[in-house]
């Protein structure tokens, strides 16, 4: 039983140990980071029928609903479950049915530069959404700023929404997917936020498939101050300060399991004030989201579980920056777990559809805090 492995397309990632009958001993590719991540990404041929197995060579590589897997080049993507999964979680077998073509694996819901394409091409008539670009990377890639004005209309407030600062963190971006989405369809969203959009905030990490994630020296999220490093970052905190964009939002994705890293929560913020604000707009979101996606208000406070200082060594992340700008109103930072919050599975509709609760809250949240 013989078996092709390749990771030549936009996210792949993996190293191929050994290939031996019906069974492939695979790692990792930790391209610049450090310490032990968990983002891989590939595509496998199967020439029969049969049982294959992929055994990582590190434990804590498979999430909590097994791998997800794409029968259509990674366009759309379900999960493959647990059950596939072996009790020490470093291995998941695929039962080929000796029909189709290749199947692409990845240990969460990829969301790449194409999926942004088909969300741009079905809102090409929008009046309101327009693409810019943002800056280019390192590598020279455009870096999508996307905009959803309201025409003829002066919004109260402006909000900026950043995914992949860490870029493997992809279940995030569908969650930014959907408060566009929502901006789009919601007059009233519009006419509260001019919306400002960088959906890959690393976006040679995203289309290379790197970790991103503790890079060396630091990562994305871990470059905002006075000498950015990154030109995608330097460009976020130029925008922000030219359009005295009051509102933010970061999304990113937790760890792959366990505790902290299958419910929803909001990172605390390092001022008390923001803490404030931030369990206010928590209460708004958890009404919106009530019937969803389980989301019960959670806030990891400043000073609890990994959300200290210790963290933060390296550099600030774009909302600790944000929030102690002078024209910055209310900044927040979310992880989204990458496949469940408790019993739930996640997928990229309810995602979206938990974008959209965002998105709503943020409209009542904006008008409360400005009695
Ligand atoms: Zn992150």
Redesign the pocket.
Known sequence: MNMRIDTDFPGGNLLVKEIRAGEAVVAVDQRDTPSPWFYWCFRAAFQEKGEYRFRFDQPNKIGTRGPAVSYDNGITWEWLGRACVDDSGCSFVYSHDGKGGPVIFCMGMQYQPVHLDRFLEAHADSPFLRKEILCRTRKGREVELLTIREPGVKSPHKLLLTSR??CC?MMATYVLEGILLEALENAEVRRTFEVFAVPFADKDGVVDGDQG?GRAPHDH?RDYGESPIYPETASIMKLMKEESIDFCLDL??PWIHGKDNEAIYFVGPPLRSMEEKTKVFAEFLRKEAEGIVPYDGEILLYGTSWNTGANYIQGSPMRDWAIRQPFNRFGASMEIPYANAGETTFEPRMMRNFGRCIARAMIRFSQEIKK
């Open positions: 600062h860490h963190e994630k999220a990113h994705c």
